[in-house]
């Protein structure tokens, strides 16, 4: 029987319903997910060195039959696997410590390529960094099998190794590739001297050179890219254009008075930003904005400007925070700066009683609340709006887009503002939020202090808290950060709750307080309220703090297991302190292992800076969070050097959409297909318009 794209695997040769069961655990049901299951790293063995020529010192590549093995116990309880290997040149030993388990795996009899340094031990031995079966002992493959190859290893499961899924593969790579259909417009791949898509799936499956797997990997990636960005360029497109925006005009009133009051000067980044968004809310079209600043960065003074944009031209404008301590803040920073106006803010939160919301929602209701600010109550249903202008969102990654939709929901066609204080890389943020215009503010007020960041070991945590007392006693506060909040018997981790019992006792008569995600967020509220009042010295805390209030008398951040976390999570964290005019400190307590990614990290306050270190060592998956297009993480693309396919791929479907939105016309229909099978959100966004 004819096999096609959406085949079931079971039907193929060597597979059967078994294995499919398996296969699926691995989201491989037909013989298209078998043919993008590429693999995740390949074993360059066109280098292979002959066995007699491993000197001692080296790093090699060899492949040998495997003559004997065994587990050999030290007097450090350590258990060693062992297996001696053999080609045409000679013998050697290959060792593994603590990797007794490889006994199961590794039997007499089979071919093995091994690589790593070698060394001397009783004799020359290697080391193996990876190894992988070529063939047991009963295959008929040949002594030399995988000898100047590059030998493509993929995501397995248990029950299906990555050889059985690579001889699946290799059995119906030809039969697959007939099937492929290139439905991206030639020209656009081509420009960018990118193989077709079969070949890029030929090379990617069996490469001649590790350069050549590469090659293939991008064409993949600049095909996820482009339907990426195709489905945020229409998502842009339907926001921007379905609903006709409303065009504010620039009267100069409200907004000239509150620079000219203002108690500092703009930075050149906060006039810039301004001027990005002024611009945007004088055109017919709706703001659509998201306003990445790094920890201190003076986002809130930017929003008030557009919030009073919307004021002098009759609207309301919202900024809706995602808890209420936050919301409350909001409110004290936006009283202060709208005084000399005469303004006050209205504040709504859904702890305030009955008739305190009713009051404020019928000033809401009449327009004579300009300006508001609030958290989940704002898009409740009871709460009306005059006429709505302008929605700005801060930490909009904390709200669901069913709960940012309903506050713009409330206006119509408002423009709307997003806030972050969470900056990604710029190639990553076109990406992530392609449908959306981007403002970056890297530039710090002038007068706020860099934090002193210092690594230290587990041995001097008795002095650490000796400095924290200190701190305490001369009138500062200090947070302590534990990436757990209970202790465990499989991980040996300090925990919040444990460790704020113990430096109850420790710090006493200085009073101590927790925090942490699994409180009541009234108790956890009226504890941070606590410690920003002065009432609480030493607060510990989980990574609830992460985003959190201001206060400024708060001078030391200590945070213990730092290794746990993401460097752009260890800057927001750091951000807590360093508010005030106070010299600030934030300790970071590890142990060996970590400390040279540490001190890299300690040594720079810029946040965009630390959002690339974090790219490129934990990838975009962690660091894109839960907003990823559609739904679907990227399995092709490295966020680290593939910039030119992200602007090219990015630029080549604004095109596109604005050619036909729709993507109706006779060569994209196959492209809208191929979108709809890929992105949930596509067959939303293209029935639209």
Not at 34 to 48: E, F, S
Not at 579 to 608: H, K, M, N, P
Request: aromatic letters at 6%.
């Amino acid at each position: 029987m004819p096999i096609r794209l959406d085949t079931s695997v079971q039907f193929l040769k060597g597979v059967g319903p078994r294995r499919a069961e398996v296969f699926a655990r691995l989201g491989i049901h037909t013989v298209e997910d078998l043919l993008y299951h590429v693999p995740h790293r390949y074993l360059d063995a066109t280098t292979v060195t002959p066995i007699v020529r491993a000197d001692v010192g080296t790093e090699v590549t060899l492949i040998g039959r495997v003559m004997s093995t065994g587990v050999l116990p030290t007097r450090r309880r350590l258990r060693i696997f062992r297996a001696v290997i053999r080609d045409d040149t000679g013998l050697i030993e290959c060792a593994w410590p603590g990797q007794a388990f490889l006994e199961r795996t590794i039997k007499d009899g089979q071919l093995l390529l091994v690589s790593g340094p070698v060394k001397f031990y009783h004799g020359r031995q290697i080391v193996p960094k990876e190894q992988i079966v070529l063939a047991h002992a009963d295959d008929d493959e040949g002594q030399t099998s995988g000898a100047g190859m590059v030998l493509a290893v993929y995501p397995a499961t248990e029950g299906l190794s990555h050889r059985q899924i690579r001889r699946v593969i290799a059995d119906h790579i030809d039969e697959m590739l007939e099937l492929v259909e290139d439905v991206t417009h030639a020209h656009i791949p081509a420009a960018l001297r990118l193989p077709s898509l079969r070949d890029a799936l030929s090379v990617v499956h069996r490469p001649r050179a590790v350069e050549e797997a590469e090659e293939g990997r991008r064409r993949l990636a600049f095909d996820e890219l482009f339907d990426m960005q195709l489905v945020v360029a229409r998502a842009r497109y339907l926001a921007k254009r379905a609903a006709k925006g409303i065009q504010h005009e620039l009267k100069k009133d409200y907004t000239t008075q509150l620079k000219n009051a203002l108690p500092f000067e703009l930075t050149g980044g906060q006039r810039k930003v301004i001027r990005e968004i002024t611009s945007d809310m004088t055109s017919p079209e709706r703001m659509h904005r998201l306003l990445m600043g790094d920890v201190g960065a003076g986002k809130t003074v930017v929003a008030l400007f557009a919030m009073l944009l919307a004021a002098e031209n009759d609207s309301q404008a919202v900024f809706m925070a995602p808890t209420e301590l936050l919301a409350e803040q909001h409110a004290r920073t936006l009283t202060k700066l709208l005084a000399p106006l005469g303004m006050v803010p209205e504040l709504l939160l859904g702890r305030f009683t009955p008739s305190e919301k009713s009051a404020i929602r019928e000033r809401i209701a009449s327009g004579s609340a300009r300006v508001i600010v609030g958290t989940h109550a704002l898009f409740q249903e009871q709460t009306a709006f005059r006429r709505l202008g302008l929605v700005v969102i801060d930490e909009q990654h904390r709200f669901g887009v069913e709960q940012r939709a309903a506050m713009i929901g409330k206006g119509e066609a408002p423009d709307v503002l997003l806030l972050s204080a969470t900056p990604i890389p710029r190639t990553l943020a076109l990406t992530v939020y392609g449908d959306l215009d981007i403002s970056t503010l890297k530039e710090k007020p002038a007068g706020r202090r860099e934090v002193r960041t210092t690594v230290r070991s587990s041995r001097s945590r008795a002095a650490i808290y000796k400095f924290v007392s200190e701190q305490c006693q001369a009138g500062r506060q200090v947070y302590v950060v534990y990436p757990v909040i209970d202790e465990s018997e499989k991980v040996d981790l300090k925990a919040a709750t444990t460790m704020a019992e113990q430096l109850g006792e420790d710090l006493h008569p200085l009073e101590v307080g927790l925090v942490h995600g699994r409180m009541k967020s009234q108790e956890r509220d009226a504890t941070m309220r606590s410690f920003r009042d002065g009432k609480i010295h030493v607060l510990v805390a989980t990574t609830v703090i992460e985003v959190g209030i201001d206060v400024p008398n708060a001078t030391v951040m200590v945070i213990e297991h730092p290794e746990r976390f993401g460097l752009a999570q260890l800057h927001q964290l750091r951000g807590r302190v360093g508010r005030g005019g106070e010299e600030s400190y934030c300790i970071l307590v590890a142990d060996a292992g970590a400390r040279d990614r540490l001190r890299r990290f300690s040594q720079t306050a810029d946040g965009f800076r630390i959002a690339e270190m974090d790219l490129q060592e934990r990838g975009m998956g962690q660091l894109a969070g839960a907003r990823q297009s559609g739904g679907v993480a990227t399995r092709f693309t490295d966020f680290t050097k593939d910039d030119d396919l992200i602007m090219a791929s990015r630029k080549a479907a604004i095109r596109l959409i604005e050619d036909d939105p729709l993507l109706n016309g006779d060569k994209n229909r196959a492209i809208r297909k191929r979108l709809e099978r890929r992105y949930e959100r596509a067959m939303e966004l293209f029935r639209v318009g």
